[in-house]
């Protein structure tokens, strides 16, 4: 037995997880619902202008990020659960998929 | 007289067995559509970098009838997962305030204030 | 003919079965009647071969725990006149092997509980002279709850992770060491650490939470655990940023 390095891991999932109950559902209203019904438009230059700023950037990038990482944590404890095995594969798959999510999101940002 | 012990397996089906591990089963699920809706806004993202004609094509990707139902599903999940992240909030981190425990309900609407605001906030924001 | 109820027990003599069954009886049912009372009548007048583990008759010493109706209770603390007109089934608790009838072998929390050094660590060491340690009202509120732990193992049966995972050092034996991290006497988060913020530790809990759902004294190990989460993450950090500083 030895102290576990899993805060790493712990601690964006928490975040991630703070972020995804405050922000998620209200920016799945907007793209899910209120855009679709046409009572908002998230015209480009607006958004565009938001993402090109440095603080925006930090924002989005959050939003995006963190709830990302909360749900592969999250997923690889409940492949566990299913009895899908606690092993490497899984652990690849879950942290994999994320890290390349948060990369094309960082990337993107830097881009606009 | 020998001992024999008789160790009982454990059923990769044990989270059907009771009411409150399927619930517990369907708060860990709503990660899963966390992430995908996660993975839209990365495509958003991308397509946001790429220009105008790239922006609108996602607009109207997401904003066809499978992708609101998709993303309606999704709504769903995240509203679920709020609502029982904010319930086990004050088991986490018990607050005091002059050597009195704080009742977990305030904590738990201080956290439905603050999902009011940062709602309010980001609408505004997107130009309601 | 007076009423009565049926219990539907799990039987299992190491001599003689290979594998575990139900077996069947008719008891008398009487209002204030416990499980435990149509156990104690079962031995006592129709099969004295039962064996099960119990004490107080009162839900303090943590004796009796069985699985009864597929949820794991206090058999002195579960009554008859709730489960009027059925069939009870009453089981060894879950996720231990069983030993015989409805006695399990607890071995392995024995050992779990000891592993987190369940006893004040003082700061420095004190002499007699210095007398008592003060604590005031809010330093014993702090974590009094967590004292109230009769190790009856309902916890450890209605866990998930215990049993996906026999080496999870479980929510009582986390709740204890909370317990004594909490104490404003104590000095020895860090010693419990190697075992409480280790793998098998507190990272193995995923906040099902029903440990606290069926805990019979309310004293909710789920939050102890995610307590000790943040706490463990807080003192990774600090590690981390400033190695060795505050041991």
Avoid at chain 3, 170 to 180: E, T
């Amino acid at each position: 037995m030895a102290r576990s390095n899993k805060p790493l891991l712990w601690l964006p999932f928490a975040g991630g997880g703070l972020v995804a109950a405050l922000i998620t559902p209200v920016l799945i209203l907007i793209t899910g619902v209120l855009v679709p019904l046409g009572i908002l438009h998230l015209r480009y230059e607006a958004i565009a202008a938001f993402a090109h700023n440095p603080i925006g950037k930090v924002i989005l990038f959050g939003a995006v990020a963190l709830p990302a990482w909360h749900a592969a944590h999250r997923l690889r404890m409940t492949a566990h659960d299913l009895g899908l095995g606690g092993g490497f594969a899984i652990k690849t798959a879950c942290y994999g998929i994320a890290g390349l999510l948060i990369l094309v999101a960082a990337v993107a940002l830097l881009a606009i | 007289m020998s001992r024999r012990p008789y160790i009982r397996k454990v059923e990769r089906s044990w989270w059907l067995r009771q009411p409150r591990y399927v619930l517990y089963m369907i708060r860990e699920l709503t990660s899963l559509f966390v992430g995908l809706y996660c993975a839209l806004l990365v495509v958003g993202l991308v397509r946001l970098s790429q220009g105008q004609a790239a922006w609108d094509g996602f607009v109207a990707a997401f904003s066809s009838p499978l992708g609101v139902a998709f993303q309606l599903a999704c709504l769903t999940f995240a509203i679920y997962h709020s609502v029982t992240w904010f319930a086990l909030t004050p088991k986490a981190m018990p607050l005091m305030m002059k050597d009195e425990p704080v009742p977990g309900i305030v904590i738990v609407a201080a956290h439905y204030a603050a999902w009011a605001a940062v709602s309010i906030v980001v609408l505004i924001a997107a130009g309601i | 003919m007076s009423e009565t109820i049926t219990l539907e027990v799990l039987r299992y003599h190491p001599e003689t079965d290979s594998e575990p069954h139900f077996q069947r009886y008719t008891v008398p049912y009487r209002d204030d009647w416990v499980v435990l009372d149509a156990l104690n009548h079962v031995k006592d007048h129709l099969d004295a071969t039962l064996s099960y583990r119990w004490s107080c008759h009162m839900a303090v010493c943590g004796s009796c725990g069985m699985t009864i109706n597929n949820e794991p209770k206090l058999s002195c603390h579960t009554f008859l006149r709730d489960y009027r007109g059925g069939v009870i089934r009453v089981e060894p608790l879950d996720h231990f092997p069983i030993e015989r009838d409805l006695v399990i072998v607890m071995d392995s929390f024995m050992d779990k509980l000891s592993s987190v050094k369940p006893w004040l660590i003082p700061r420095q060491d004190r002499p007699l002279s210095a007398g008592e340690y003060l604590q005031k009202p809010g330093e014993l509120q702090a974590f009094h709850q967590y004292t109230q732990c009769i190790n009856c193992l309902l916890c450890y049966a209605a866990c998930p992770q215990i049993g996906l995972n026999e080496d999870f050092v479980g929510p009582a034996a986390l709740a204890l060491a909370h317990r004594y991290n909490l104490d404003s006497r104590d000095g020895g988060k860090d010693a419990r650490a190697e075992v409480v913020a280790s793998n098998q530790g507190i990272w193995e809990c995923t906040f099902v939470g029903a440990c606290s759902e069926v805990c019979p004294k309310q004293v909710d190990p789920a939050a102890a655990i995610q307590q000790t989460k943040i706490s463990a993450s807080v003192d990774w950090l600090k590690d981390l940023l400033t190695p060795g500083a505050h041991r």
